[in-house]
């Protein structure tokens, strides 16, 4: 059984329609999938209404922090299969059984290719890169299923990570086992891109992994985001 876990935090435009689409349409509903945590980090508008009118389990985070509310959501899941996945990422409607004919085949943790409801061609070809297993293209929007047996092993989320902790996670979990990339898209908001401007915003993704892989500690990691980076 899968349990769905997203993180939010301000996200009152997007859980509503995304809960809806994996309740109905993606899941049919899929027998496989336990249930929906939305682990909210107190959001100051009606992200948690929302999500518990369109149906999820949400849960209040004693603290902002997607490693830490993506923790939380593990902590507290019932299925044996744990699936992560942002409020503005739609992930195709066979994931489910995506997810678990990759764990039956013994593919205990991975994820999805990337496209964006945009269809510009820089978009395109950054989201064709997705399908190469090289962990500089391997991020949270792009969703990550791991058994909850497995993300035990390996400790969870770093919560001392603000930035890049999903990166970190999925080198943790390659070094003990096998990560698996469906070949079928998620589809995820190119809002940040659209307001920042695509190549620079590419380009500070960019700057933020290599300052990342160099060592560079969360403070910079941080200040460098938060100067490069809108909304």
Known sequence: MISIIIPTFEEEDHIGRLIHYLKTKAAHP??????????DGNSHDRTADEADKAGALVIMASKKGRAYQMNE??????????YFLHADTFPP?????????AIS????????????????????????????????????????FITKELFEQVGGFDETLIVMEDNELIGRIKRLANY??????????ARKYRNNGIIRLQFAFI???????FGAGQDRLVRVYKRLIAG
């Open 105 to 144: 085949r013994n593919e205990q943790a991975g994820g999805f290719r990337l496209s964006f409801d945009d269809p510009h061609f820089m978009l395109r070809l950054y989201g064709w890169f997705t399908r190469f297993d090289i962990n500089a293209f391997r991020y949270g929007d792009q969703s990550l």
């Open 180 to 189: 698996s990339i469906i070949p079928k898209n998620v589809i995820t908001s």
């Open 30 to 39: 899929h027998p496989g999938i336990s249930e929906i945590l939305v682990v």
């Open 207 to 213: 700057l933020i992994y290599l300052f990342f892989r």
């Open 73 to 82: 959501g593990a902590r507290r899941a019932k299925g044996r299969v744990l």
């Open 93 to 101: 409607i066979t994931f489910a059984e995506d997810i678990l004919r």
